[in-house]
Each structure stands twice: as C-alpha cells, then as structure tokens.
C-alpha cells in the first residue's frame, strides 16, 4: 500500500469512538483498516524523520578533501576568492564535488584567509595603528558629503582589487 501525501497516520482508537458516534446515511458503521507493520514505518514517514531518537538534528558527514582538489582549489582562489556560479560548477566537475560544496570550501577559504591577515596584523603592531586610525575616524564622523566620499572611495578601492582578478579569469 501506497502512503498517502503527506504522511499517513493511522486513526487511533479513541478517534475511532468519535467518528463512530456520528450516524452514517446508511446507518452502518464507518471501519477503519488496523495497518500492519508490513507497509507501515513510521520512520520512514515521520515528520521528524531528521532528528535522532534524543531530538537532535543529524549532522551531515565532513568533507574530506583530497590533494589534488585542494590544490585546484587553492589555484581556483589565488586568482578569485569570490568565483561566480559558473567557475564554481565547473570546479566542482573538476574535482567531482557538489557545487554547494565548492561554495561552502571558499566561504571557509575566505575566513581563513582573513584570520591569517588579523595574526599578520597583530604580529606586526600594526593592528594598533589601524584600529586606533578607525576609531579617530568613528569619532570624527558627521553628515557632511566629504566624509561619506571619501569612505565609499575606500570600500570602492578594496572591491576594484577583486574585479580585476574576476575579470583576469573570465579572459582565461
């Protein structure tokens, strides 16, 4: 038997009794089929079929990932570290992965990388200069436009890095 969409939960006993109080036009008892464990598994058909036996989500396996992707990876992110959908596709049949997966390895790379620089930073004392500079400039900050320029310019400049590196793959 065929479990209906959604899910097929079978009547209980006491929803049996309801129904059975309600006349029928034909004055005969409505019955309902007791199902059999032979095609009823309520593990299979359960709502909460992603939660384990204590409630808890199950987790998805860890990727393990070989030399050789990470190495096509890594190539992949010293020329872009945001590829577009179709370099992460065509990543992703490179190395036989998911595309989501691919995605997820340079979201991950992304943080790595930007620990990496924060260590740098700390190591070499210039983290104090660049956060105290950032605070006299939160400090300093006001409605007028050549204050909101010269920001935008900024954050203009740290994008225009990344375009030129998209626009170095897209030629290759």
């Known amino acids: 038997m065929s479990l209906p969409y959604p899910y097929y ?3 209980t006993e ?7 109080s309600f006349p029928t036009s034909s004055s005969k008892k409505i019955c309902f089929p007791a199902p059999t464990v032979s095609y009823f598994n309520a593990s299979l058909v359960s709502p909460f079929n992603h939660l384990h036996f204590n ?3 199950k987790r998805r396996h860890r990727t393990i990932f070989s030399e050789e ?16 959908v179709m ?14 997966r691919v995605e997820v390895w340079f979201k991950n790379r992304r943080a790595k990388d930007r620990k990496h620089k924060r260590e740098v930073n700390l ?4 983290a104090g200069k660049i956060n105290a500079e950032s605070d006299e400039s939160d400090n300093n900050l006001c409605d007028d436009e050549g204050s ?5 310019k900024k ?10 590196n998209v626009e170095l793959i897209h030629r290759v």
């Open 14 to 20: 006491r929803y049996r009794l309801y129904l059975d």
């Open 123 to 126: 190591r070499s004392g210039s």
């Open 87 to 100: 370099l992460r596709e065509k990543l992703a049949l490179q190395c036989d992965l998911k595309e989501e």
């Open 69 to 84: 992707q990470l190495q096509i990876l890594e190539s992949a992110f010293q020329n872009t570290h945001y590829p577009d």
């Open 9 to 11: 939960f079978p009547p």
């Open 55 to 57: 409630g808890k989500r």
């Open 148 to 152: 909101s320029k010269s920001i935008s």
């Open 155 to 164: 954050r203009r400049v740290n994008r225009s890095d990344d375009t030129k």
